[in-house]
Each structure stands twice: as C-alpha cells, then as structure tokens.
C-alpha cells in the first residue's frame, strides 16, 4: 500500500516550541508546579483558558497575572516563526501528498499561528486536541485522524518532536518519523 499521507505536529515541528513555557519564563516566572497538570487538563478541553493560567500561577506569587500572560501568548502565537518541517510542504504538495495537522493543542492559541501562515491553504483535516477532547500519545486521537482523513494507518506517515508520540503512532499501524527539536 502507497504512503499518500504525511500529519505533521505543529509546536517544535511546524512552529517554533517555546509557547507557554517561554511566556512563563519571560514574564520571570520559573518554577509552576501546576502548570504540567493545568495544561493536561487544557489540552482536552476540561479547562478554559482562564482557568488553565489560574491553576498554572497559583503558589507562584503571580497570581493576578492571568490575563497579561493569556495577551502574551496569543501576540506570540500571531507571529511565531515557522520551523524547518514547514520547508517540506511545497515539495510534499507537488508530489500530491495529502497533508494534515494533529497537534496537542488549544484553539485560541495555535489558530493565530495557522491563520498567520495560512496553513489552512495546505493541511485538511487540522486536528486540534482541545476541540476533539483527546491528545497523544492516547490511540484514539490516532484512530480519530485516521477516520478524518480517510485513510488506512499504512497509508500515512506521522511527524512529531516527542518520542512517545510517534511510538503511540506506530502502535496504532501508522509510520512515525521522530524529528528532535534541534534538528529543525
């Protein structure tokens, strides 16, 4: 069977990382010991984004700072470099691969990052985690993007920047390409 197929993750594959973890730290906040457990929770959508920077700066001594941080990361978002892997789209695209986006991510900020370098040209489906409630490396996300972009699982291959990620991938038949950070 022909790979026609490549989804792409978007922080540290198609953008830029650094997000909400450099916004903390921009912002002189370096130690949240909730924010791991907050962000969990976001991705999936049990918490809105209000209450996501409320768990994540409560016993920090920024508390208060909610709504400057939410600013902060939207701006960064809106205008966040794109990374290497977005160097493939056009060849991929002239060779007439199918390209979608599965990210472990929130709408409000990674939509200012497609919207601004209009990937939604280029990928169909574009998966957010927090829309469909589910996030990687759970198998059902895979089997999720499976069904959205109908494909057999040996029809596509997944790029991601987490290992795990792509072993969840592989797990559920579907090719894993592991690119590092600092390879981008």
Not at 65 to 94: C, H, W, Y
Request: with cysteine; net charge negative; aromatic share 10%.
């Amino acid at each position: 069977m022909t790979i026609d197929t490549i989804i792409f993750d978007v922080g540290g594959v198609l953008a830029i990382d650094g997000g909400r973890r450099g916004i903390l730290a921009e912002c002189g906040i370096f130690h949240a010991p909730n924010e791991d457990k907050a962000w969990d929770l976001y991705n999936v959508g049990a918490l809105t984004e209000r209450e996501y920077w409320k768990q994540t700066l409560r016993g920090t001594g920024s508390e208060g700072r909610e709504n400057e941080l939410a600013s902060r990361i939207r701006d960064k978002f809106a205008t966040m470099p794109a990374a290497g892997a977005m160097q493939l789209v056009p060849d991929l695209l002239k060779k007439r691969y199918h390209l979608a986006i599965l990210s472990n991510h929130v709408t409000e900020w990674v939509l200012p990052f497609i919207t601004y370098n209009h990937l939604q040209n280029f990928f169909d489906p574009i998966i957010i985690s927090s829309e469909v409630k589910l996030a990687k490396p759970d198998n059902r996300i895979f089997h999720y993007a499976l069904q959205a972009v109908h494909r057999l699982p040996q029809q596509c291959v997944f790029i991601d920047d987490k290992e795990k990620n792509i072993l969840a991938a592989q797990t559920s038949g579907i090719y894993g390409v592991f690119i590092p950070i600092m390879m981008l």
